[in-house]
């Protein structure tokens, strides 16, 4: 059974930085895709970034130039690297997997910007 664990969530000011990690275990043959979605209260879960197999991303448009997706493909870990953080980018992240053709998801860590 494959899983996602995530870490480096926490509580930042409003310009500051953090990086989360996620890494997956268990039996992987192929990760085709890996990355990030996040949901704040009340609104529904987006796509923050995506990261392929042949090495192409893909942001949303409010974090593209802050937030930077890094995955290594030979430890199955992606990582999202995310700068000039705002208040708007409060919410719970969630690592996102196609991994052996079945979608995985993590189970979320908590980043909080506060002003």
């Known amino acids: 059974q494959v899983r996602l664990v995530e870490s480096g969530g926490g509580l930042v000011q409003t310009g500051g930085s953090l990086r989360l990690s996620c890494a997956a275990s268990?039996?992987?043959?192929?990760?085709?895709?890996m990355g990030w979605y996040r949901q704040a209260p009340g609104k529904q879960r987006e796509m923050v970034a995506l990261?392929?197999?042949?090495?192409?991303?893909i942001y949303a448009d409010s974090v593209k130039g802050r937030f930077t997706i890094d995955r290594d493909s030979a430890e199955n870990t992606v990582y999202l690297h995310m700068n000039s953080l705002k208040s708007d980018d409060t919410a719970g992240y969630y690592c996102?997997?196609?991994?052996?053709?079945?979608?995985?998801w993590g189970q979320g860590t908590q980043v909080t910007v506060s002003s």
């Open positions: 990261s392929t197999k042949v090495d192409s991303t």
């Open positions: 268990g039996t992987v043959f192929s990760a085709n895709v």
């Open positions: 996102y997997a196609v991994i052996n053709g079945n979608n995985y």
